[in-house]
């Protein structure tokens, strides 16, 4: 079916990638997440999730919002009447589906056609978003090791100055989120499930595989009534409508590994959490491509699981675009009814979002916290952007050492790596107090930074993340 989507060039997170191989020390070379410009890496050829085909080739136009009083038989009907079908209901969001024109017309014109409709909320195209990441080169710089028997074992602790920062290479002395105090309260807990909704995790890597999330066998398949039952083993594809969420782009697997790598286990890198359940969530194919709806979807999936019994608390999301969509912030919304906390990145436009806003970090929700990035100086980075009331804490974002598809690591620089700082002490706050309200989580997170006098008047916070201040630990 042709598709008359619109495109959107995103400024999600990435500015800088380059490669960090763990081989008894560290080479870097310049890398871009676009696919058609990064090294190709072999993955594994066997999988435990058994593959699907595809359940629909077609992508839906409009995401269409009836009124609660309208039925979804009575929704399927008008589809059918106007020669559309309704592929997917969206579960968390009463009335919310997603509707294929059969005609192939322009998404525009179908969307105000619904729109027109005196059982409609609204309507809108189906927004295609597409990673397009300004590409820099770092040179190579000298290592900085120092190690006692308060950091963990992995051999590039050292290298993750957002952890614990000895001003090594050019950096400021404890310009970090303070983790090393953290950590003598909780190093996290297995109980506590981070989503991430991004391009998938390559849940086999090394560095990341004891702390992926698994679906318990008391938890029932996935079930969707438009897409039938899936075997979720570790998570969800809505890019493809699969049940395999392995990242072929890099960049969720790079999040993930900020969040969750496994500590002190001897090799690589230390995630914010020791212990944690990573849960992906994949909307972004391997070209580095999804759909609005792909994203619903997604957050829809984490919402009936969490429904469903697992132990679902933040969802990362280090993506993001200029175009607003009322379907969803409705979606995100409706997680925070759920109790999960969002965590959406700023945007790298070096922008001001308070006048250019950038979604979903800047809708106005409850459950939502907006994050930029500061370098190893506790300085906002220049790709990032700000805004005293759309943005509410910085965490470090440059030059950020993480994990990477094929059992490799990287450094990457954006908005996107300071976001997974910031799920990833939510996610130790909520092993620290399980019973802990997405409400008081969000309010420790933004009360509890270190105060910046060159970030007052660019976030709302006027500081940067502060893991140790958040969990209470006194100087």
Known sequence: MNRSNIW?????????????????RIDRMASSLRVENKQET????????????RRSASVPEVLVRFKTSTTLDRIREIALQNNDRVDDEIEAVSGLVAINDLDNADAETVAKQYAAFENVEYAEPNLRIKLDDPIQKESPRDLFFRSDDSQPNDPNFSEQWGLNNLGQNGGTERADIDALKAWQVTKGSEEVVVAVLDSGVDYRHSDLAANIWTRPDNIPQYTDDEKGTFNDIHGFDAADELPDPMDDNGHGTHCAGIIGAVGDNGIGIAGVNWNVRIMPLKFLGSGGSGTTENAIEAINYAIERKKAGVNVRVISA??????????????????????????AAAGNDGTDTD??????????????ISVAAVDRNDTLTSFSNFGVKSVDLAAPGKDILSTWI??????????SMATPFVSGVAALLIAQSPNITVKQ????????VDLRDDLKGKVASGGTLCAANALGVKD
């Open 355 to 368: 006048v250019w806003p950038h979604y979903p970090s800047s809708y106005k929700l409850p459950n939502l």
């Open 318 to 343: 280090s993506w993001g675009s200029t175009a607003y969509s009322k379907a969803l912030e409705d979606t995100i919304r409706a997680a925070g009814d759920a109790g999960i906390l969002f965590v």
């Open 406 to 415: 094929g059992d490799e690591y990287r450094e990457a620089s954006g908005t």
């Open 441 to 448: 989580l969000r309010k420790k997170l933004i009360d509890s």
């Open 8 to 24: 959107i060039h995103v400024g999600l997170a990435v500015v800088l990638v380059s490669f960090a191989a763990v081989l008894g």
């Open 42 to 53: 072999q993955l594994p050829s066997s999988t435990d999730i058994e593959a699907e085909p």
